[in-house]
């Protein structure tokens, strides 16, 4: 049985710092590039950053508003992936999804961030 299962999240200030993580198994997950999205209350889910399977500096990418704030990366040996979020501000509000990429696609639960003062 293929699992995702996600931590971290919660309410922070803007400006402040949280840390996701997205724990795997049931799957080769060195095998499956691997993604963060989010959705915002009354929008569509958006992808924030996406890692390759190896994780090089050439294999990570983000979405614009998050590019100098946000860091993907990976544990191929813990079979996790973690989104790092700096300076987070309240447009940064969502549910944020993990996704093992590939056919079929996998998700992971969600898991609340609230940027609010």
């Known amino acids: 049985q293929v699992r995702l299962v996600q931590s971290g999240g919660g309410l922070v200030q803007p400006g402040g710092s949280l840390r996701l993580s997205c724990e795997v198994s049931?799957?080769?997950?060195?095998?499956?590039?691997m993604s963060w999205y989010r959705q915002a209350p009354g929008k569509e889910r958006e992808v924030v950053a996406t890692?390759?399977?190896?994780?090089?500096?050439?294999?990570?990418k983000y979405e614009d508003s998050v590019k100098g704030r946000f860091i993907i990366s990976r544990d191929n040996v813990k079979n996790t992936v973690y989104l790092q979020m700096n300076d987070l501000k309240p447009e940064d509000t969502a549910i944020y999804y993990c996704?093992?990429?590939?056919?079929?696609?996998?998700w992971g639960q969600g898991t609340q961030v609230l940027v609010s003062s």
């Open positions: 890692i390759s399977t190896t994780g090089g500096p050439g294999g990570l």
């Open positions: 996704r093992a990429r590939g056919a079929p696609d996998y």
């Open positions: 049931g799957l080769a997950f060195s095998r499956y590039a």
